[in-house]
């Protein structure tokens, strides 16, 4: 199997599978116990919080261990609205919030008499800041009595309507001259990889009087991230996306924005109150081993994995060609080719008249992902590209790539090779069936892949990348069997 779907989950690194044995065998004490095999636990926890803090930037007191990311938005999006003052109970979401962060607010609205309203993002998935600051400073309507103290700036166009076209209710409706509470952008989408820079929308929220929730899941461990220095108020993170175990998170928040919280669940008041039950310690202290590791590993990583995904790109365009492929997020001027403003490990591509579960389907060695895992399944498009504008068509036609630490450059190559194949033979089914072109005829037994498509000019080897298009490629540090 070639694992190349590292945003949905990532394998636990054997660094971290050994850090978190001796929590399993010896050293299983409860850290809340005071005698001194209890006390001996409680350091680990205390040193994990610390290397998770240092991710964070943040300090290791602002780091509440959760189950996972998902808790933690949940645990500071009621937070924030239970404690809110009754004109400020609007929640702000950006578009392709991953449903931790959409449910969560939607759930919050309804307890609390809220109320959600969308953000729309570019076509590159990027946060739109012009209707971000709509929202935040709307217009009242002429009948709403005292003249506007904030006018949205010229800029805002299209977006001067508050709802905008790209916004929506929430199920729980405020008042119009509710306040934003909370303003939700996520620093990395799970499904493109595209990347909002945390500090204007720090700026614009706070500006408005909001807090602001930054989902970095995606982005912790694989690019840099300062809770501190770019004005997140709160920040959640999940172990198992950084080769750490499942079930064990992090809710990042200064000490304002905790103040906010209000726990979810009640008991032996563990986590100074804000997130009771016996701590998790295995998975704490693999959450603070997976932290050191990406601290030390992340340029190197980065590197490692834009190159990697570019290679994929470069050899899928050799075999199927540049105007059968298109990328879903940020994109180079001019070439069409994957924009630097992504996660270095994501690639999110369309596949034109090739349906993405069908071609998923003739993959058995391959893991990739059609859609985010967390929606679930089905054969709904991507509500992530549909906000970017993209047809119900292009989305169900579109694959992630997620490349990660252990990903090898032979394993591009035979991904990109199988996938070629798989493409080739779905949109040759499809023109079968409508009767466009006879199917195109593969030698039998042939295992090279498009060896009946589109070779590139002057390439005839399917491993190989067209020259001048292989890169240097750091060695991984290991790699798993
Ligand atoms: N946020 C993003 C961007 C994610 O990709 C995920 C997981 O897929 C989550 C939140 C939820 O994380 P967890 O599984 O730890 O609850």
């Known amino acids: 199997m070639i694992y190349l779907d590292h945003n949905a989950t990532t394998p636990v690194d054997p660094e971290v599978l050994n850090a978190m044995l001796p929590l399993l065998r010896e050293h299983f004490a409860n850290p809340a116990s005071p005698h001194s095999a209890g006390q001996a636990v409680a350091r680990l926890v205390e040193r994990a919080r610390r290397d998770v803090a240092i991710l964070a930037g943040a300090r290791p007191r602002d780091v509440v261990f959760t189950s996972g990311a998902t808790e933690a938005a949940n645990l500071a999006i009621a937070g924030v609205l239970a404690t809110a003052p009754a004109n400020r109970r609007r929640v702000l979401v950006g578009a392709t919030e991953h449903p931790a962060v959409l449910a969560a607010a939607h759930a919050a609205a309804d307890l609390h008499g809220g109320s959600v309203q969308t953000v729309r993002v570019h076509p590159s998935g990027a946060i739109d800041l012009a209707h971000l600051r709509a929202l935040l400073h709307p217009v009242p309507p002429p009948t709403a009595g005292p003249p506007p103290t904030a006018v949205p700036p010229p800029t805002a166009g299209p977006a001067a309507d508050p709802e905008g076209s790209g916004g929506s209710r929430g199920r729980g409706e405020a008042g119009e001259a509710d306040e934003v509470a909370l303003v939700a952008v996520m620093a990395a989408n799970n499904e493109t990889g595209t990347l909002n820079d945390p500090r204007p929308v720090a700026a614009l929220a706070h500006e408005a009087g909001a807090l602001f929730l930054c989902d970095v899941t995606q982005a912790f461990g694989r690019i840099p991230v300062s809770v501190t ?104 001027d001019g070439t069409g080719r994957p924009g630097p403003i992504r996660l270095p490990n994501t690639l999110n591509l369309r596949f034109v008249d090739a349906d993405a579960d069908a071609v998923q389907s003739c993959l058995p060695d391959v893991a990739v992902s059609a859609g985010s895992a967390c929606h679930g399944g089905g054969n709904e498009p991507s509500p992530v590209l549909l906000a970017m504008g993209r047809s119900a068509t292009a989305a169900r036609e579109s694959l992630r790539f997620s490349v990660g630490r252990f990903t090898t450059v032979d394993q591009i190559h035979a991904a990109a090779a199988t996938v070629a194949r798989a493409v080739l033979r779905v949109q040759s089914l499809r023109a079968v069936g409508s009767g466009e072109v006879p199917q195109p005829a593969e030698p039998a037994g042939s295992e090279r892949p498009g060896a009946s498509g589109r070779p590139p000019a002057g390439w005839s080897d399917p491993v190989t990348p067209p020259p001048g298009r292989t890169p240097e490629l750091p060695v991984p540090r290991s790699a798993l069997p």
């Open 229 to 332: 220095e770019t004005g997140i108020d709160f920040a959640t993170a999940s172990a198992h996306k950084i080769y750490g175990p499942k079930g064990t998170g992090a809710l990042i928040a200064g000490r304002s924005a905790r103040a906010r919280l209000v726990p979810l669940i009640h008991g032996g008041g563990q986590e100074r109150g804000l997130r009771a039950g016996t701590l998790n310690t295995p998975g704490i202290v693999g959450f603070g081993a997976a932290a050191r590791i990406a601290a030390a590993m992340m340029d190197d990583e980065a590197t490692r994995h834009r190159a990697q995904t570019e290679l994929l790109f470069d050899l899928l365009v050799g075999w199927l060609g540049l105007s059968a492929l298109e990328v879903n997020g940020p994109v180079e």
